[in-house]
T-cell receptor
Framework: AQSVTQPDIHITVSEGASLELRCNYS??????LFWYVQSPGQGLQLLLK??????LVQGIKGFEAEFKRSQSSFNLRKPSVHWSDAAEYFC????????????FGGGTRLMVKP | EAGVAQSPRYKIIEKRQSVAFWCNPI?????LYWYQQILGQGPKLLIQ????????DSQLPKDRFSAERLKGVDSTLKIQPAKLEDSAVYLC???????????FGQGTRLTVV
């Protein structure tokens, strides 16, 4: 069965600093990988996804993520964090068959200091 | 285009009562999902529909949860009877076709007291 681990429950960074959120997955085949962001009271918004090809994926809002098969990781990065990036971030793995039945990690709550 | 619509936004019920949630997916989206998100956790898939057929309901607690999508558009998720541990946000998501991008609604927050 597939699983996703986000080791950091909370992260606090200063505005303008760089950010890296960790994600490790377990899946028997080549995974479909996703990062979602959830602001309070809002639904989940897709930041980026990896299906195949270039292992460095660019997303919206200046985010990127790198798929590393050898480490079973898909870490999310941003070079300079903005106060509006404060939210909860979820990594997810999708079964690479019909449909995006997603298995989510527990989430990382990002706080941004002024 | 309009997003995924869910109602109600909030619901408070007593344990052993029944409750229903409604989801209207994005127009033209054939695939629909229901997820349960317990406070402090990531969403957990409950059921996936393709048009009006169930693709996967292996994680749906069928003794108390049911879902339908009769005409391949709107969907309802029902809990009967509710338990305290059902308190969660119930998220609906839709997708134009499999393996594209799932769009999520804002969810229904259920509190069982």
């Amino acid at each position: 069965a597939q699983s996703v681990t986000q080791p950091d429950i909370h992260i606090t960074v200063s505005e303008g600093a760089s950010l890296e959120l960790r994600c490790n997955y377990s899946y028997g085949a080549t995974p479909y990988l996703f990062w979602y962001v959830q602001s309070p009271g809002q639904g989940l918004q897709l930041l980026l996804k990896y299906f195949s090809g270039d292992t460095l994926v660019q997303g919206i809002k200046g985010f990127e993520a790198e798929f590393k098969r050898s480490q079973s990781s898909f870490n999310l990065r941003k070079p300079s964090v903005h106060w509006s990036d404060a939210a909860e971030y979820f990594c997810a793995v999708g079964a690479n068959n019909a449909g995006n039945m997603l298995t989510f990690g527990g989430g990382t709550r990002l706080m941004v200091k002024p | 285009e309009a997003g995924v619509a869910q109602s109600p936004r909030y619901k408070i019920i007593e344990k052993r009562q029944s409750v229903a949630f409604w989801c209207n997916p994005i127009s033209g989206h054939a695939t629909l999902y229901w997820y349960q998100q317990i406070l402090g956790q990531g969403p957990k898939l409950l059921i996936q529909f393709q048009n009006n057929g169930v693709v996967d309901d292996s994680q749906l607690p069928k003794d108390r949860f049911s879902a339908e999508r009769l005409k391949g558009v709107d969907s309802t998720l029902k809990i009967q009877p509710a338990k305290l541990e059902d308190s969660a946000v119930y998220l609906c998501a839709s997708e134009r076709t499999a393996n594209t991008e799932a769009f999520f609604g804002q969810g229904t927050r259920l509190t069982v007291v």
